[in-house]
């Protein structure tokens, strides 16, 4: 599977993004996905996931509230919706999947990162 990342730029704090992830390959319907994010020194990590059918979904508890992930089956595409942004959560993110029904936290396949930049 090759998995395509955009939607990222600058915000100010307390703006909105929404990331957008496009999948190639038959699978994406029948995988759960996730997105993760790195800031710069830091180690990447887990912000949200969804199930295959997007009835299941798991957060951060630092973007809980804020973040929602969702997909759309059709399109073979899982999205990121990001409000209230905050300085930190400036970071690289990417979408990631294991192609099965869980994300675990180190999946298989990445997509190359978009860049969020949030200034306050």
């Known amino acids: 599977v090759q998995l395509q990342a955009s939607g990222g730029g600058s915000v100010q704090a307390g703006g909105s993004l929404r990331l957008s992830c496009a999948a190639s390959?038959?699978?994406?319907?029948?995988?759960?996905m996730g997105w993760f994010r790195q800031a710069l020194g830091k180690e990447r990590e887990f912000v949200a996931s969804?199930?295959?059918?997007?009835?299941?979904?798991d957060y951060a508890d630092s973007v809980k509230g804020r973040f929602t992930i969702s997909r759309d089956n059709a399109k073979n595409t899982v999205y990121l919706q990001m409000n209230s942004l905050k300085p930190e959560d400036t970071a690289v993110y990417y979408c990631a999947t294991d192609l099965r029904l869980v994300v675990t936290t180190s999946p298989n396949y990445w997509g190359q990162g978009t860049l969020v930049t949030v200034s306050s």
């Open positions: 969804i199930s295959r059918s997007g009835g299941y979904t």
């Open positions: 390959g038959r699978t994406f319907s029948g995988v759960a």
